[in-house]
């Protein structure tokens, strides 16, 4: 890449089950307060990616109305119809082509108040052979990944808890976070609302209300606008095959793929060591390990370590999701760009009482949608 | 700043109402099939897929998920884009990010719509339902005061914000309805030389279009576009592999892209304001010099040849080559039949969305026409017989508040 693309702030909602504003004031009062800390104004932005979804909104063109409140009346404006994480590689891209300076990403999602989200990803299923069968939804799938994983790991229903553990403890050091316990135990894990075994409610991302915003700029206007850029190094994204008996859900193609190619553009070739701290949208906990493996961060089927050494903690040597990732807080399709946000929040050491001590110089972030994450999006982020 | 040239478009078939002898998957991939067909290229080298529709009107959310094998996605970085209207351009605009960009040498656009499986009005009702149910809960303003509650139920589907726009562009450009019912005639005859186009009427007359039921004054059925299935699917490869995969002499270079949003034209309940959708500032003031300013093109009428404009209405074909600065007035010209195939700016050879619309494709079939004439490849009949150095497509989308335009060469930007 001749030209370098910076993240040079960001903004998230503090995450609820509802929020307090409609989406418009919401998202308004974010990029304001977004271009308040940066000293810019709209004029200073030269495109917007929005990332928002019809289905998510229950609207048509559910961008179409937010228009003005997010400063983009009269602009350049386009929307990516995946998880956000997509529309900061649509916006780098923008950036790249010379085209544009300056693109601020913008997401949304109601997904605490206004929809029971399991229901509405069964509009992603084939509507001929799957969705009649009401066999496979979100959790299904996750549930048939985590039984796989389980199997040839033999990573243990404990072991399996003490990553939601993990979870719920960070989020409790996560002044945004929705759900929070501090004081978690694999009990409580175990104890909870059965979804589909082996996972539980306390294994699953925590539906929320929330927005997050992001602005990226081109080297040159990154360094007049902040003194801590932070680079992105890399990105790769991949999509799977579709039928889920054709995949094979623990090795994970497509995303080794994506973690692959955002490797080779930053230069890394051992992401184990180099990496010091992943946020990644494991919407249910089974995946952290399962992601982790194909990111190359943790040698095959070594879950069961890694949950037992606390590898992953955020005291540990390969700290994933020390905000408390998706259990702690997931607006649906904001998930990828909050991950980006709070990779960045660790490279800026602003991330306060969840911040990783050991100043992590890469971080990596994932994005994903699909059952059992049939696409995936992965940045290698540096400071 | 990279070049990009289109090689080859692919449809899976002539674009029609129904079809009930596929599924979405089956429908779009033959239209994978045709583009590559028509290049050196193998499915390998395909870097990137960039695809998009609109998102609720099947019922499917994330369709490219499903369809993911059929187009030979599996194995491939895939972004998904959609706004609205302008989906089809603003997909294609993402392909040329993607090689733009310097990411990828080779991006396959696809934009498609398979109406038969929704209903389109239903559909276009959802952008301002929510909306409409308020009103319904607190009681609409009837007396047009200072509220806008009977504008707003007039706003429903599409076809009431386009009668009013149709209205005040007519009152601007001091036409009449008969000079829609020309516009609608030349796009159906147009269609008829176009074998893909879905509604094909040969020399249709403006008296055939005159006979048809008045839906929302000044807008008749013969002005509206139907609602079509089919797929559209685009190969765009950088500057240096040209040589290598393209199996034409004539490519079409993309020489600028451009776009442009304001707020929904129905305006919000309160303070009644209405953006008149027959401005459309963000095409005449914003996109359209910037787009012209990137392409190095000083004077459109003279250094334009051709242009594909979004018509869902025939009264768009008048008023928006009239926005890109490529006519001063478009009912002046159509009764001088300057707007003809073999006229000195011919709108829509194609027969454009008024005779032909899947909306998720439709924007970007603006760019693959445009694309077909720069490289001399429309088929049966819509050639235009002059040589089209440069070319405009254009799209529109949302409340009548977004705007896409391509400009298309037969010579790459010198840069």
Redesign the interface.
């Known amino acids: 890449m001749d030209r370098k693309v910076a993240i040079v702030g960001y903004k998230q909602t503090k995450y609820s089950e509802q929020n307090e504003n409609p989406r418009e004031r919401m998202t308004y009062e974010l990029v304001k307060s977004l271009f308040q800390d940066l000293k810019i104004t709209r004029d200073d932005v030269d495109t917007f990616i929005i990332s928002c979804s019809d289905f998510q909104d229950g609207r048509t063109i559910s961008e179409c109305y937010m228009i003005p409140w997010i400063g983009a009346y009269m602009k350049d404006v386009s929307k990516v119809d995946s998880d956000s994480a997509n529309a900061v590689l649509y916006a780098m891209m923008r950036i790249l082509s010379g085209n544009y300076n300056t693109a601020l990403v913008v997401s949304w999602a109601m997904g605490g108040s206004e929809f029971r989200s399991p229901r509405v990803m069964e509009y992603e299923l084939d509507p001929i052979y799957e969705r009649p069968g009401r066999l496979i939804n979100e959790i299904t799938a996750a549930a048939l990944q985590a039984q796989a994983y389980m199997a040839k790991s033999k990573l243990t229903e404990e072991q399996l808890a003490s990553i939601a553990v993990k979870n719920l403890r960070n989020g409790a050091r996560n002044s945004l976070a929705l759900r929070k316990k501090a004081n978690a135990t694999e009990k409580d894990v175990l104890a909870s609302r059965a979804l589909s075994l082996p996972l539980r409610e306390l294994h699953a991302y925590t539906p929320a209300d929330g927005a997050c915003v992001m602005l990226l700029a081109s080297e040159e206007k990154a360094k007049e606008l902040t003194k801590n850029p932070v680079w992105i190094k890399g990105v790769g994204f991949c999509q799977d095959t579709y039928y889920l008996g054709e995949r094979d859900l623990v090795k994970m193609d497509s995303l080794q793929k994506a973690a692959k190619a955002a490797y080779k553009m930053a230069g890394i070739t051992d992401p184990a060591r180099k990496i010091g701290v992943a946020e990644l949208s494991t919407t249910y906990v089974s995946q952290e390990p399962i992601f982790a493996e194909a990111m190359g961060l943790i040698p095959k089927n070594s879950g069961p370590a890694a949950a037992s050494k606390g590898w992953m903690e955020i005291e540990g040597k390969i700290p994933v999701n020390p905000s408390g990732g998706p259990q702690a807080a997931n607006p649906l399709t904001v998930g990828g760009l909050i991950r980006i946000a709070e990779a960045s929040s660790q490279l800026r050491g602003e991330a306060g009482e969840h911040q990783v001590k050991k100043a992590p110089k890469l971080a990596l972030a994932h994005g994903q949608i699909g059952m059992a994450a049939q696409h995936n999006v992965v940045f290698v982020l540096g400071n | 700043?990279?070049n990009v040239a289109i090689i080859s478009v692919g449809y899976n078939d002539r674009f029609v109402a129904k079809r009930p002898d596929v599924?979405i998957p089956e429908m779009i991939q033959p239209a994978v099939a045709n583009a590559l067909k028509k290049t050196k290229m193998k499915h390998s080298d395909i870097g990137v897929v960039v695809e998009?529709n609109?998102?609720?009107f099947e019922?499917?959310?994330?369709p490219?998920?499903?369809?993911?094998?059929h187009i030979g996605?599996?194995?491939?970085?895939?972004?998904?884009?959609?706004?609205?209207g302008t989906t089809g351009m603003?997909v294609f605009?993402?392909g040329y990010?993607?090689v733009?960009?310097?990411?990828f040498d080779v991006a396959m656009v696809i934009g498609w719509e398979k109406h038969d499986e929704g209903d389109a009005q239903v559909?276009?009702?959802?952008?301002v339902?929510?909306e409409a149910f308020s009103l319904f809960q607190f009681g609409p303003d009837m007396s047009g005061g200072r509220g806008g509650g009977m504008g707003l139920l007039g706003g429903g589907g599409s076809t009431g914000g386009a009668s009013f726009q149709a209205l005040s562009y007519l009152a601007k450009a001091k036409g009449t309805p008969e000079h829609i019912d020309k516009m609608a005639a030349q796009a159906r005859a147009n269609a008829a030389k176009n074998p893909y186009a879905h509604l094909q009427h040969p020399n249709c007359t403006a008296a055939d279009i005159a006979k048809t039921p008045m839906v929302s004054y000044p807008l008749r059925y013969g002005h509206t576009c139907p609602a079509s299935c089919g797929a559209c699917v685009m190969l765009l490869v950088a500057e240096e592999k040209v040589k290598k995969f393209a199996d034409t002499d004539r490519v079409a270079w993309v020489k600028a892209v451009?776009?442009?949003?304001?707020?929904?034209t129905t305006g919000n309940l309160v303070d009644g304001q209405i953006t008149d959708p027959a401005e459309q500032?963000?095409c005449e003031k914003?996109a359209a010099p910037k787009a012209y300013k990137?392409a190095g093109i000083q004077n459109p009428k003279k250094e334009i040849q051709m242009c594909e404009v979004y018509d869902g209405f025939a009264h768009q074909e008048l008023m928006w080559p009239e926005k890109l600065h490529l006519v001063d007035n478009s009912c002046k010209a159509i009764d001088e039949g300057r707007l003809a195939i073999d006229g000195e700016m011919p709108v829509n050879p194609s027969g454009g969305v008024v005779s032909t619309n899947a909306i998720g494709a439709s924007a970007m079939v603006r760019v693959a026409e445009a694309s077909l004439q720069v490289m001399g490849l429309a088929e049966g009949g819509h050639q235009v017989p002059r040589r089209v150095k440069n070319a405009v497509a254009h799209g529109w989308?949302?409340?009548f508040?977004?705007v896409t335009i391509t400009i298309l060469g037969d010579e790459p930007v010198k840069r």
């Open positions: 700043m990279r599924n998009g609109m998102p609720t019922g499917i959310n994330y490219h998920l499903w369809f993911s094998d996605a599996a194995g491939k970085p895939v972004l998904r884009i959609s706004t609205g603003s605009h993402g990010y993607c733009a960009s310097g990411m559909g276009l009702m959802g952008i339902l929510p451009a776009t442009a949003s304001s707020d929904g500032a963000i914003i990137l989308g949302g409340l508040q977004f």
